[in-house]
């Protein structure tokens, strides 16, 4: 890994006093170094590829600022990072332009709409004709506000029973209730 620093600092100091073919190598470099960077953090390559053509000109806007005395790498990842961020703020804040806004839907949609026509009381009847521990069971669950483990201490049964008790009372009201 440090030699491709050095090379990649060499690169550098040398496209800086004006050798295009060492400019041209590190920018080629540059592009397999940050390809898999902005690859993990896009989902698709076009953008990755537009963003990386931003960056390498971002990079050779900012060439004059590099100090040769410092390392080469986390000069470019800065500017990457930096570029991603703006490229990742422009993406959602059109994503935001173009949401729905919830408050207008809900003048749009009917009150009803979040509402379930079931409750404990629409379905009591249903419930009363369960065999008697599982009419019980949903009665103290639905009706009276307890808890498994509660209603498991109350009827005297282990909390894994009143939990397959009442799964298999809510899947026999289904059933009935789908008919």
Avoid at 29 to 56: C, G, H, M, W, Y
Avoid at 134 to 141: C, G, S, V
Avoid at 147 to 167: L, P, Q, R, Y
């Amino acid at each position: 890994m440090s030699e491709q620093n050095d090379n990649l600092e060499n690169l550098m100091r040398q496209s800086m006093a004006g050798d295009q073919r060492a400019y041209a190598a590190l920018l080629t470099e540059t592009a397999r170094l940050l390809k898999p960077f902005l690859s993990r953090r896009l989902r698709f390559s076009n953008e990755v590829d537009d963003l990386l053509q931003e960056i390498l000109l971002s990079i050779h806007k900012a060439r004059h600022t590099y100090d040769g005395k410092r390392p080469y790498k986390p000069w470019v990842y800065a500017i990457a990072k930096f570029r991603l961020l703006d490229h990742l703020r422009a993406h959602y804040a059109d994503h935001l332009r173009h949401a729905e806004d919830y408050d207008e839907l809900e003048e749009i949609l009917p009150d009803d709409v979040t509402e379930t026509a079931l409750s404990y009381e629409s379905i009591s009847a249903e419930v009363e004709k369960l065999p008697e521990k599982q009419a019980t069971i949903l009665r103290l669950m639905h009706q009276d506000g307890y808890t498994a483990k509660e209603v498991a201490a109350k009827i005297g049964m282990n909390e894994s029973a009143v939990k397959v008790a009442a799964h298999r009372a809510y899947k026999i009201l289904r059933e009935r209730l789908e008919r």
